[in-house]
């Protein structure tokens, strides 16, 4: 489980069968949004185990959206900062960092768009662009 001062803390899990982005992609947004603000609060909404926390902050670091700070122990959230203001990290950096893609195969959700505001009008346009598309290539096509 994701570790508050050493104690570990089970969170419920976001419901994610109608969301565009995939769990690992939101506890990516989510960790990278507490980052920035210098505390533990978005990704304490999320069960991650430690490796899997552990391996996020690795593809974060190796992406170059985050880096140790110095004399600080790596592996803590708040050990790390944004290598670049959080306004110069897109959605496309993060889904880049984490090899992760977008869920166009469902209809875009009300609860999506209340929970993501304006970057859901966005990607509900590209999900319905998206799903548009694919329902024009036929099995005969590939």
Known sequence: MYRNNDTATCKVAVETHTIMLTLLTQQALAALHDIANHRRSRL????????????????????????????????????????????????????????????????????????????AQKLGVINQLTRSFLEDIKLTDC
């Open 44 to 119: 304490n909404n999320y069960q991650i185990s430690d490796a899997d926390f552990i391996s996020l902050l690795g593809k974060l670091e190796r992406a170059g959206l985050i880096c140790l700070k110095a004399d600080e122990p790596s592996g803590k959230l708040l050990s790390y900062s944004l290598t670049r203001a959080s306004g110069r990290i897109s959605l496309l950096n993060v889904l880049e960092a984490i090899g992760e893609h977008l869920n166009c195969n469902h209809p875009t959700s009300e609860e999506f768009y209340m929970r993501y505001g304006a970057v």
